[in-house]
């Protein structure tokens, strides 16, 4: 048995009673703006990008091939060289995610944002004069370099909002990279349009306009403070600390706030920033673990990349004329942005929990119900809408909740010296289920038809009952109180009955017992 003293503040009228919420400050609101415009917006950006100039890459890789070789490509070869130019965006991401518990240590989460917008601007002249160096390589070593700089923002992103926001406000300043991931997959849809770079001669300049945000980034990011709990907790900085607070929280009085980070560095004072594998092996945390496991694969393996990937070939079949559907698609892409919105205005009155099982909740309903329409649409033509209005509700839901919220329970269910590896280890799920669903499901397809979709039906309803039974609400929380919570629900099938009684707290069952007062005994 593991027995874990908390810090004296922890008990009574310490910490977990103390009062640390704080409004909404032009600082907090710009810097969540710019960090979710010049990083997480480019990541939907790039995943909905190739999909419009398709055919002139085609073209391009078919063109400048038979100019070195003096003959074309065959179509077998040709579908495999785009395939790579799409697939290595998730390779890429993968890299990046693994980087990010060394860059967030060496340079903090402020640098390490900074020093990726430089990935960014190579990308972007790498595939810009792509075709002008006649180099389809260029094309797939920007992809590559806009993947690394993917996986390491996913990551970076959501950990130094999660840092400097205060526990009232982590919800809504949390879910906003969803709302520009969703913003990026729609500004591709309209500048891919005829009428804008859809044309031939403006796809290079189509890829690499990812370069404006970052730079925007890259020149205004400096001029926001780094992470207090960062200065404070890893480099024990405690006026650069305290400097930051007063920036962002727009007031001086921040002693209740350098307290609380205080007090989580004295309980973390013996333990140093761990690994992914002392993370894994760590029994004392592994519910923590398993659900950052759980919500970070069931986000990608709830089939929404595949109800993306196949939007066109569905609405072909609701009957809406070829010419119309980038003009349909660009409708549910405002959809997303919509439903993403929604969440992040709702967040802090529903709270996480409601919002995420509601999403997926919503996914597996409607992923059924496409199942159902794809059946009986031979004898009941009628049934083609019912797979319209089945896709927009699986892509709104997922907008609403599990396309942030994960990112989110990454950077609440752990104190410091584990979330950089917390986030190391979501990331990578991120990255390989993407690649693993976007390589399987045809297959799946083939094999099983209609029924394929019942798979993901059946994942997104599993992710939410675990959702339901095991993690706790976080709205409103301390990172400390989050952490306790757990501990708690652990210790509660260790202590005899007799020794304690139950409280709540926020909602949640917690532990009160004079016998027990400091220390929370956990089982190993």
């Known amino acids: 048995m593991l027995h874990v003293t908390l810090a004296p503040g922890l008990a009574g009228a310490g910490l977990l009673s103390r009062p640390l919420s704080q409004h909404l400050t032009f600082p907090l609101l710009s810097v969540t703006l710019l960090v979710s415009f010049g990083s997480s917006m480019l990541y939907g950006y790039n995943l909905?990008?190739?999909?419009?100039?398709a055919v002139h890459i085609k073209a391009f890789y078919n063109t400048t091939w038979s100019q070195r070789y003096g003959h074309g490509l065959d179509p077998g070869p040709l579908t495999l060289l785009y395939s790579l130019t799409v697939s290595i965006f998730a390779l890429g991401g993968l890299v990046g995610s693994l980087l990010v518990g060394m860059l967030v240590e060496r340079y903090g989460r402020n640098g390490a944002l900074?020093?990726?917008a430089l990935l960014v601007l190579l990308a972007g002249g790498f595939m810009g004069f792509s075709r002008e160096l006649r180099s389809p390589e260029m094309v797939i070593i920007g992809r590559s370099i806009t993947g690394l700089h993917s996986g390491i923002c996913?990551?970076?992103?959501?950990?130094?909002?999660?840092?400097?926001?205060?526990?009232?406000?982590?919800?809504?300043?949390?879910?906003?990279?969803?709302?520009?991931?969703?913003?990026?997959?729609?500004?591709?849809?309209?500048l891919g349009l005829p009428e804008l770079l859809g044309e031939d001669r403006f796809w290079p300049l189509f890829l690499s306009v990812v370069a404006v945000p970052a730079s925007l980034q890259l020149l205004l990011l400096r001029c926001f403070p780094e992470s207090p709990r960062y200065l404070l907790i890893e480099r024990n900085d405690v006026c650069g600390a305290t400097k930051a607070l007063c920036r962002f929280l727009g007031t001086p009085d921040v002693q209740d706030v350098i307290e609380e980070m205080k007090e989580e560095q004295r309980f973390l004072s013996s333990v140093e920033m761990i690994s992914v594998w002392q993370l894994l092996r760590d029994r004392s945390i592994r519910w923590q673990t398993l659900s950052v496991v759980v919500v970070n694969a069931g986000m990608q393996l709830s089939g929404i990349d595949a109800i993306w990937f196949y939007t066109n070939t569905i609405f072909q079949n609701a009957g809406i004329p070829v010419s119309q559907i980038p003009y349909t698609t660009v409708g549910t892409g405002a959809i997303e942005v919509v439903a993403g919105l929604i969440g992040c205005f709702t967040i802090e009155k529903l709270g996480r929990r409601p919002l995420i099982i509601t999403g997926f909740c919503t996914m597996g309903i409607c992923l059924a119900g496409i199942t159902v329409s794809l059946l009986l649409q031979t004898a009941l033509p009628w049934m083609r809408y019912v797979s319209v209005v089945c896709m927009i509700g699986i892509i709104a839901g997922f907008c609403m909740g599990p396309a942030g919220i994960p990112f989110l329970m990454t950077a609440e269910?752990?104190?410091?010296?584990?979330?950089?590896?917390?986030?190391i280890m979501g990331g990578s799920l991120n990255w390989i289920c993407n690649f693993t669903i976007g390589f399987i499901f045809p297959f799946l397809q083939m094999s099983a038809g209609a029924f394929c979709y019942l798979v993901f039906c059946s994942i997104c309803l599993l992710v939410a009952l675990y959702i339901y039974l095991i993690i706790p609400e976080t709205k409103n929380k301390t990172f400390m109180e989050i952490s306790h919570s757990f501990a708690t629900?652990?210790?509660?099938?260790?202590?005899?009955?007799?020794?304690?009684?139950?409280?709540?707290?926020d909602g949640y069952g917690a532990l009160e017992s004079r016998a027990l007062e400091g220390s929370v005994s956990t089982l190993p």
């Not at 509660?492 to 007799?498: D, E, K, T």
């Open 48 to 53: 909905a990008v190739v999909n419009s100039p």
């Open 114 to 116: 900074s020093r990726s």
């Open 154 to 190: 996913l990551s970076v992103v959501p950990l130094y909002l999660g840092e400097i926001a205060p526990k009232n406000l982590r919800g809504f300043l949390g879910l906003m990279p969803s709302i520009f991931i969703c913003l990026g997959v729609f500004f591709a849809q309209v």
């Open 413 to 423: 269910l752990f104190t410091q010296s584990h979330r950089p590896a917390a986030y």
């Open 489 to 505: 629900r652990r210790s509660f099938l260790s202590i005899p009955a007799h020794l304690t009684g139950m409280v709540k707290l």
